[in-house]
């Protein structure tokens, strides 16, 4: 980036207007589709994904599919235990705001 900024500012590159595209490292347009030989294009992602895709649904076959048909609901809320351990949790919690406030008035009683 340092590097495009100082090119930017030479006449001799004046209409490249490559101070405008520092945060592109002088690239006009996405960064990555200009490197194909660091990275990789969005064709060749999508082309991946697509033969991935086809391959997962090629493979999956009725013997080795299970569907699960039969839902019910169950319930919703706490177990029991569960209970008792968020109603200790909403205590403590209570106990430390409750000490932290006095904490704050003792100070401002104090003049601190």
Known sequence: MRT?????SLPEYASL???A???TL???GH???KFRTYSTTYS???EARVKHRNSISQSSTAENTITA???RYLDSGHSPGGALIAA???QDAARNRAIAREELTSRKGEGA
């Open 4 to 8: 495009t900024w100082r090119l930017g």
């Open 17 to 19: 207007n490559l101070k």
């Open 21 to 23: 595209w520092t945060h």
């Open 26 to 28: 002088g690239f006009r």
């Open 31 to 33: 960064i990555l589709t």
């Open 44 to 46: 060749a992602l999508r």
């Open 69 to 71: 048909r039969d839902w």
């Open 88 to 90: 200790g949790i909403a």
